[in-house]
Structures are given as C-alpha cells and as structure tokens.
Nanobody
C-alpha cells in the first residue's frame, strides 16, 4: 500500500500563493505517477494536475498558467505550487498515487486532504 500525507493548505487572500506538499511512503514502486485533486463543497472531485515519474506533467485548463506540479524523487514528495489564487480555488486538495497510461488513473487510497481557502 501507498500512504500519502498532504500538507501546506491554509487561508490566503485572492491573488496570493500556497505550496502544497505530499509525501508518499510504502509501496511507491507500484505507481508511476502522482496527482493532485480537489473537491469543493457540493462538487465532484476533480483532477488538478498530475506528474509521471519521468517528469511529464498535465495541468487542468481551469488552473493552467497559475498552478504547477513538481516532484522530488529523492524525498518521494510531490508539490503543487498555486499562484494567483482565486476564491473559486477554495477546496480540499487531495494527493493521489496512480498509473499513467493514456491519462492518469488513480490507484491509491486518498490522503486526509488539506484545506485551501481563498478569501476575496
């Protein structure tokens, strides 16, 4: 099993920045990619960004140009840098481990999530 622990959320004003971190442990060789999802109240969970172990990234159109995903393989950590935050970015952000093959496919259990709140 892969265990994921997210951190870095908080309250920020619109236009501000946050960096989320997710540390993976356990059977990390069972996955070849990681991702960030988010879920706002009364909305479905959506894929925000994913990154393969080879460093290929995909960013959702809704955050493209504002968010960036990166990975430190030595620390088994994936980051989500969020800039120019908007109130619409308010959500619980979840880290995911998965398999990339013609798209990202989540495989691991979800972490506990980290709350991001953007005030106007």
């Amino acid at each position: 099993q892969v265990r994921l622990v997210e951190s870095g959320g908080g309250l920020v004003q619109a236009g501000g920045s946050l960096r989320l971190s997710c540390v993976a442990s356990g059977s990390i060789t069972s996955i070849n990619a990681m991702a960030w999802y988010r879920q706002a109240p009364e909305k479905q969970r959506e894929l925000v960004a994913d990154i393969t172990y080879g460093g290929i990234t995909n960013i959702a159109d809704s955050v493209k140009g504002r968010f960036a995903i990166s990975r430190d393989s030595a620390k088994n950590t994936v980051y989500l840098q969020m800039n120019s935050l908007k109130p619409g970015d308010t959500a619980v952000y979840y880290c995911s481990g998965g398999w990339f093959n013609a798209g990202y496919h989540p495989l691991t259990n979800w972490g506990q999530g980290t709350q991001v709140t953007v005030s106007s």
